[in-house]
Structure formats: structure tokens, C-alpha cells
């Protein structure tokens, strides 16, 4: 009891709320219900793009972006799970395109 219980207590609410966090976190390409796509490029990152969405799936009641186009080259890429973003090697260096959520 006492000094030692509130710790305890302390600790796994901590825990709890970092595993609450952890899941919260998810980088998953969903579709915005109105379809309309930003991503901005990493290497210029102020600059908002928008974007042609190609393919969708849905999984989990939830539609997820498969493919955007790519603004430069117009190319189809694809959801790159290490990057967290889509990626085009087709117009000379490779270009990453996080998605812009608001
Ligand atoms: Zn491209």
C-alpha cells in the first residue's frame, strides 16, 4: 500500500497509455472520404501536391489507397510499409510522397 501501490498504479497507466498510443499510430494510406489525395514531397516539404488516386482496396470496412499517380511522371506507385510513403524511381532520383492528413 501507500507510496509503492502509486507507482505501480502510475506505471501501468503510463503503459497503458503508450500502448493506446502505439495503436493510434497507423500509417495506413485510408481514403478520405471526399477522395480528394495530398501528398508532399519529402525532399520539399512545404509544397502540398495533389494527387490522381489509381487504385483503392478495402479492408477492414475501410477503403485504402493502393496506388497514386505521380505528380511528376505520372507513373503508378505503390505503398512502400518501410518508407510509410509511395515512391517513384521512374523521373530520375528516387521521389518520396508522404501522405498529407489533416
Ligand atoms: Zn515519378
Not at 22 to 51: A, S, W
Not at 61 to 87: G, K, L, Q, Y
Request: charged share 35%; net charge positive; aromatic share 8%.
Amino acid at each position: 500500500m501507500g507510496r509503492r501501490q502509486t507507482l505501480l498504479e502510475k506505471f501501468k497507466q503510463q503503459m497503458k497509455a503508450y500502448k493506446k498510443k502505439r495503436m493510434m499510430k497507423d500509417n495506413t494510406p485510408y481514403m478520405p472520404e471526399d477522395g480528394v489525395v495530398y501528398v508532399m514531397d519529402t525532399m520539399n516539404p512545404e509544397k502540398k501536391i495533389r494527387v490522381e488516386v489509381l487504385k483503392t482496396k478495402v479492408k477492414k470496412h475501410r477503403e485504402i489507397i493502393e496506388s497514386i499517380a505521380c505528380p511528376v511522371c505520372n507513373n503508378p506507385m505503390h505503398w512502400d510499409d518501410i518508407w510509410e510513403a509511395f515512391i517513384c524511381e521512374k523521373h530520375g532520383k528516387r521521389a518520396i510522397y508522404e501522405i498529407v492528413n489533416e
